[in-house]
């Protein structure tokens, strides 16, 4: 059974969004860019790195309790090699958040050099937050100001205006709408985007979703999987295998598949199969 991804998902709001981003460049000292650390490129909008340009930028692996740590630490690597700052945590819960203000203050360094040279101290450093949807960005700028100032779900699309969101004195945060990309060229980005719930449910089949994530859980991380549905051999489709576990079955004996493909979607994006990540650099 193989799954046909073919998701077109760019609202006209998403257009908008990138003549915002472009307009608003100027106003800004850095960008922090927030990235799925499951996912870290297939969460990555490449139009970004277009737009951004030689823009300073720091790269947020945000949701790291639900990623494989040693592959968190590669991803981490391979972002520093190529010359991005990035920091891995956890916003929801606030883990590694703090590092982001010394980061930054690192990071531009030589901007507040030039500012204490000009006797301009006092002003604050201003820096736009970049990511797709259901990347965790509100929660992130909600952490930094220590409040909810932004609403934050766990669906996309729910940020849809810009806001200026004041840090401390230093530092103010422009929150600009998530933006993805006008079509998806790579269908497994597609793939792993709709995996996590980047993509809204109702575009795209998730039965088919959920048998491709449960082949890639299988043949990757076999003994969560089994663990998590108490299944003693991974072989034939795994949908009918965790059905008939969980005694998910329609009239007739036949396994409820679908309802199968619910739980496992739901289990995986909460978190409760384990630490899990979808790519490696």
């Not at 006092?122 to 220590?146: D, H, Q, T, Y």
């Not at 060229?185 to 575009?203: C, E, N, W």
């Amino acid at each position: 059974m193989a799954y046909e991804s073919d998701i077109q998902w760019f609202p006209g709001h998403m257009t908008k969004t990138r003549r915002l981003i472009e307009s608003d460049l100027k106003l800004v000292d850095a960008v922090a860019e927030v990235v799925d650390c499951r996912i870290p490129e297939s969460s990555r909008n490449p139009m970004i790195n277009e737009i951004v340009g030689s823009k300073p930028r720091i790269i947020i692996l945000n949701k790291c309790d639900q990623a494989d740590e040693n592959v968190t630490a590669c991803w981490r690597s391979f972002y520093e090699k190529s010359g991005i700052k990035t920091i891995v945590c956890d916003c929801r819960s606030g883990k590694g958040i703090n590092r982001f203000l010394p980061v930054l203050k690192s990071e531009l360094g030589e901007l507040l050099e030039r500012r204490r040279a000009k006797g301009t101290i006092g002003k604050a450093l201003r820096v736009m937050v970049l990511g797709i949807p259901n990347v965790g960005k509100s929660s992130f700028i909600n952490r930094m100001a220590g409040s909810r100032k932004t609403k934050v779900e766990d669906r996309p699309g729910v940020t849809r205006g810009k806001q200026w969101v004041t840090i401390d004195k230093e530092v103010e945060l422009l929150d600009m709408p998530g933006i993805l990309w006008p079509k998806f060229d790579d269908k497994q980005a597609a793939l792993k985007l709709a995996f996590t719930g980047a993509i809204k449910d109702d575009v795209t089949d998730a039965e088919g979703l959920a048998y491709e994530l449960g082949s890639y859980l299988a043949e990757n991380y076999p003994e969560r999987i089994r663990e998590r549905y108490k299944l003693e051999s991974l072989d034939g489709n795994i949908l009918e295998l965790i059905a008939e576990k969980r005694g998910m079955m329609r009239s007739g004996g036949v396994p409820d598949t679908e309802r199968a493909a619910a739980a496992l979607l739901d289990e995986y994006r909460s978190g409760k199969i384990g630490r899990i990540s979808l790519e490696r650099p």
